[in-house]
RNA sequence: GGCCCUAUCGUCUAGUGGUUAGGACAGCACGUUUUCAAUGUGUUAACCCGGGUUCGAUUCCCGGUAGGGUCACCA
């Protein structure tokens, strides 16, 4: 029998990471065994299944590379449910129920029940092994409103055995779903699939990894510029570890390495720090031609507020590469000014220009050197070339003494690239402007 | 609360009836052609508790504790 798993949202909700990852485990299991997978949108609650929440789904899922090779939705599925369900009532497995509504108090209702033969079930779980419930607790569970209108145990059992679901590969918020799920196979007389409950990802505080805790919609990671590949790896290694011991893996390795007995068995928390340093092994992976473009456009968006220069911003590119773990620390690097010197002149502090016990006279006679040195360069030098006609001098000198006023009055900061760095990126003209300047805020100060 | 599940550094984890309990992220220190970044080296830090079983338990068993999940006419 080939192997068949499912991806089975709920459409009430943008892209988790949780569904995510659900998609992840599930495709990896597939692929690895040459099975599967079907898509099955689970959006039998009317009220809060919504078709752009589907569509982000499916969009988030391609975007992480992930794919599928049949799918469905359970609201065009009623006629399979309804005679499924017509079947149960007419073997006096299940029953129409008349009583009060949940949803509506005071108001009667129609529930349809099973008919619970209250045993006890064990199941064999291959993350957990052997878990067993009493089912008599449960009671005659409900599982549909009416024929046409299943609920979610129901549809799902129907489903999983109609679409020949072979591994049902999920959270183990789904555990005790399962006795009762199991319930509703023998009653329609399907066959048991293989299940595996895998643990839920965390919380820094450790409970479940929720909206208000931080970011949870796969589409907010994107946006923020992390890598689908990062992403990717990172949910997959949080609660697997892979044979090889590896932690940067492809896709493609992730396949060759899984097996389902590799799960963990307790919860992992989700962790941003240790994304971004996933990110960031995936950026440096980037080629040129690949960083560059999407830098600039980044570059671009952050620096609304300053006068644009293209040539500049081609020119600092490849110093952002080692400054950055994620896209949008572009935008925070911009925010907070560490990039507003490239384009225009900063504001000095007289007080700042000197090195820590060096003297203003010392300092105005290295300015002047560096003044004098720039006005022997071309217009347009590179980091090393400027750097080479100021290294003597500066190593003669104390180099702190003469390249720590250089660095500030070019940047105005106090951390910021190196001095040379930042001279080729502005040019002979405004390197002296800034150099005599700072000579000038030195005087004052 | 009932039921189910889980338990190694702050976090992700490897691992074993006898180990100096290993790695990664974060942290810290030092180096690295001034600062920041990047990088290199070093380093702090863990077997939840209590009983067993055993010559010996972090490892096996039981109990406790803590955490998680679930108890719908949601999925």
């Given at each position: 029998m080939s192997i068949r798993v499912r991806f089975p949202p709920s459409p009430t909700g943008y892209c988790h990471v949780g569904t995510a990852r659900m998609a992840i485990v599930n495709y990896l299991f597939a692929k690895k065994n040459g099975g599967q997978i079907v898509f099955r949108s689970e959006d039998t609650d009317k009220e809060r299944s919504k078709k752009e929440f589907e569509a982000d789904i499916i969009e988030q899922l391609h975007w992480l590379g992930l794919g599928w090779d049949e799918f469905y939705r359970q609201s065009e599925r009623t006629e399979i449910y309804r005679k499924a369900i017509h079947d149960l009532i007419g073997e006096g497995k299940a029953y129409v129920s008349e009583e009060?509504?949940?949803?509506?108090?005071g108001k009667m209702a129609q529930v349809i029940r099973l008919k619970n033969p209250g045993r006890t079930i064990t199941f064999t779980d291959v993350v957990r092994g052997d878990i067993t419930f009493d089912t008599t607790e449960l009671g005659d569970f409900a599982i549909a409103r009416a024929e046409d209108d299943p609920l979610y145990h129901l549809a799902v059992v129907v489903d999983d055995a109609d679409m020949g679901i072979t591994h049902v590969i999920r959270?183990?918020?789904?555990i005790s779903n399962t006795p009762r799920q199991i319930l509703i196979q023998e009653a329609l007389g399907a066959s048991r699939p293989v299940y595996a409950h895998y643990p839920l990802h965390l919380s820094a505080d450790r409970s479940k990894l929720s909206k208000r805790k931080g970011d949870v919609a796969v589409r907010s990671y994107r946006e923020k510029g992390f890598l689908s590949q990062a992403l990717l790896n990172y949910l997959a290694a949080l609660g697997w570890t892979p044979p090889s011991g590896k932690e940067i893996l492809s896709l493609t390795e992730m396949i060759a390495e899984f097996k389902l007995e590799d799960l963990h068995k307790s919860g992992a928390v989700f962790d941003t720090e240790k994304l971004r340093w996933f990110n960031r092994e995936y950026l440096v992976q980037l080629s040129d031609d690949e960083f560059t473009p999407i830098a600039m456009e980044w570059l671009k968006k952050s620096h609304t507020h300053l006068s644009w220069n293209e040539s500049i911003a081609a020119k600092i590119i490849p110093s952002l590469r080692e400054r950055?773990?994620?896209?949008s620390d572009i935008e925070t690097l911009a925010s907070e000014g560490d990039l507003d010197y490239f384009f225009t002149a900063p504001t000095l502090y007289g007080k700042s220009?000197?090195?820590?016990?060096?003297d203003i006279e010392t300092t105005q006679r290295h300015l002047q050197h560096i003044v004098s040195v720039l006005q022997n360069m071309p217009a347009q030098f590179s980091a090393e070339e400027i750097k080479s006609a100021l290294w003597d001098y500066a190593t003669t000198e104390g180099r702190g003494a003469v390249l720590w006023p250089l660095r500030y009055v070019l940047?105005?900061?106090?951390?910021?690239?190196d001095p040379f760095f930042i001279a080729s990126v502005i040019g002979k003209d405004e390197a002296l402007e800034r150099v005599n300047t700072g000579i000038s805020a030195l005087l004052s100060s």
């Open positions: 009060e509504s949940k949803k509506e108090p959270g183990e918020d789904h950055i773990s994620v896209w220009i000197p090195m820590k016990k060096i940047s105005g900061k106090d951390k910021s690239p």
